[in-house]
């Protein structure tokens, strides 16, 4: 047996209210239960179609305070190839900082795994986002998956 920890709640006017502390899942006439808690979601992973230089991609926003464990990139084209950097800051207008400056993908089978980073461990309360600085062949898609803890 699994242990799924629940959050248990409450219904009042149209608002969900926390009903209890205990891990217990009891359910009564306007009890909700919502499961799982969430803990990090890592990883997060989106794909770019057609990405073009300049595209400037939003991923998340760091509550806490982040390691990135692993990047994984893979394309999809036509002898594709992309270079792109990720970077994270507090203030999304501007420059930001390198968690890496450059990273090359032109592989279309298993990805390319980056484990080296100009800066690896992520403030909280920080933006981290995608930019596109060359795109050669003809890229149909640019998936990337961002591992942290």
Same mark, same amino acid.
């Given at each position: 047996?699994?242990?799924?920890?629940?959050?248990?709640?409450?219904?009042?006017? =149209?608002?969900?209210?926390?009903? *209890?502390?205990?891990?217990?899942?009891?359910?009564?006439?306007?009890?909700?239960?919502?499961?799982?808690?969430?803990?990090?979601? *890592?990883?997060?992973?989106?794909?770019? =179609?057609?990405?073009?230089?300049?595209?400037?991609? =939003?991923?998340?926003?760091t509550k806490n305070q982040i390691?990135?464990?692993?990047?994984?990139?893979?394309?999809?084209?036509?002898?594709?190839?992309?270079?792109?950097?990720?970077?994270?800051?507090?203030?999304? *207008?501007?420059?930001?900082?390198?968690?890496?400056? =450059?990273?090359?993908?032109?592989?279309?089978?298993s990805g390319n795994v980056i484990?080296?980073?100009?800066?690896?461990?992520?403030?909280?309360?920080?933006?981290?986002?995608?930019?596109?600085? *060359?795109?050669?062949?003809?890229?149909?898609?640019?998936?990337?998956?961002?591992?942290?803890?």
């Open positions: 047996m699994v242990h799924i920890p629940v959050i248990k709640v409450r219904l009042e006017d =149209s608002r969900i209210v926390p009903a *209890s502390r205990d891990k217990s899942v009891t359910l009564k006439d306007q009890d909700a239960v919502v499961a799982p808690v969430p803990g990090p979601a *890592s990883p997060k992973s989106f794909a770019i =179609s057609s990405p073009v230089v300049g595209d400037n991609l =939003s991923i998340f926003f390691t990135v464990n692993t990047v994984n990139a893979v394309v999809r084209g036509s002898s594709p190839s992309v270079n792109f950097s990720l970077k994270y800051g507090p203030d999304r *207008s501007q420059t930001g900082y390198a968690m890496a400056a =450059s990273i090359d993908c032109s592989n279309t089978t484990s080296t980073f100009n800066q690896n461990i992520i403030p909280k309360n920080n933006f981290i986002w995608l930019v596109i600085n *060359s795109v050669t062949g003809t890229v149909n898609e640019l998936a990337v998956s961002i591992d942290f803890s």
